[in-house]
């Protein structure tokens, strides 16, 4: 069976360029988060959805980032007018329920480069 | 917020030996989750514990949760080169809509030399 997958996995980008990154959960899974992994660093939490309903932003560190899972299946996170500081792992997670105690399956995330 | 604090931070050690984890949580633990990554790549489920004073074990890997469930270590029982990754732990916690995030560690990275 397919796991979590993320594409691209590399993408470098001007500074002020908008960069649009996509998760393909495992089928039927209802929790779906993204993470930001800086250098070095462990992952830190973005946003949350619950099927379409993004429950939790409160990691999306500025109106730049904006998430969607329109049909509760695939998510895109968007960041517009990319900084530097936006370099980092994008790492997106699924778990079968909202249920506490379920495993997050995580992709290989997408590598951002910001220039 | 909680905060995790994982020693050491970077391990060098010879294929075979034994070697252990710590992952230090600011506040109680509710869930701690350990997860291996290698570079580029996604992270790896290794282990969940809930509950205080329990222990899992998978092939030569051991991870305990202290019966005050705010310190969790990890234990590699003869070390392999396939073990070497960078070693996170998460705590579990909770969203504004009720399920679960994870707060992850800064990592450790771990090196095994053949």
Redesign the interface.
């Known amino acids: 069976g397919a796991g979590?997958s993320q594409s691209p996995r590399y993408k470098v980008a001007k500074r002020g360029q908008d960069v649009a990154l996509r998760c393909d959960p495992i089928s039927g899974h209802v929790?779906l988060?993204w993470?930001q992994q800086a250098l070095?660093?462990?992952?830190?939490?973005l946003t949350?959805f619950?099927n379409e309903?993004q429950?939790?932003k409160?990691?999306l560190p500025s109106d730049r980032f904006f998430a969607e899972r329109p049909e509760g299946s695939v998510s895109t996170l968007k960041i517009q007018r990319t900084q530097q500081e936006d370099s980092a792992v994008y790492?997106c997670?699924s778990?079968s329920t909202?249920?506490?105690?379920?495993?997050?399956?995580?992709?290989?995330?997408t590598?951002l480069t910001v220039t | 917020s909680q905060e995790l604090e994982q020693s050491p931070q970077s391990l060098i050690v010879q294929e075979g030996k034994n070697l252990t984890i710590n992952c230090t949580s600011s506040k109680t633990l509710y869930g701690l989750y350990w997860y291996k990554q290698k570079y580029g790549e996604g992270l790896i489920f290794l282990m969940m514990l809930q509950k205080g004073g329990e222990e899992k074990s998978h092939e030569k890997i051991t991870a305990k949760l202290d019966e005050k469930k705010q310190q969790s270590s990890l234990h590699i029982t003869a070390s392999q080169p396939s073990h070497a990754g960078i070693y996170l732990c998460g705590a579990v916690d909770v969203t504004q809509g009720g399920s679960e995030k994870l707060v992850f560690g800064k990592g450790m990275k771990l090196t095994v030399n053949p």
């Open positions: 979590v929790s988060f993470y070095g660093q462990g992952p830190e939490f949350y619950q309903a429950l939790d409160s990691g790492l997670a778990s909202s249920a506490r105690g379920n495993e997050q399956y995580f992709g290989p995330g590598r």
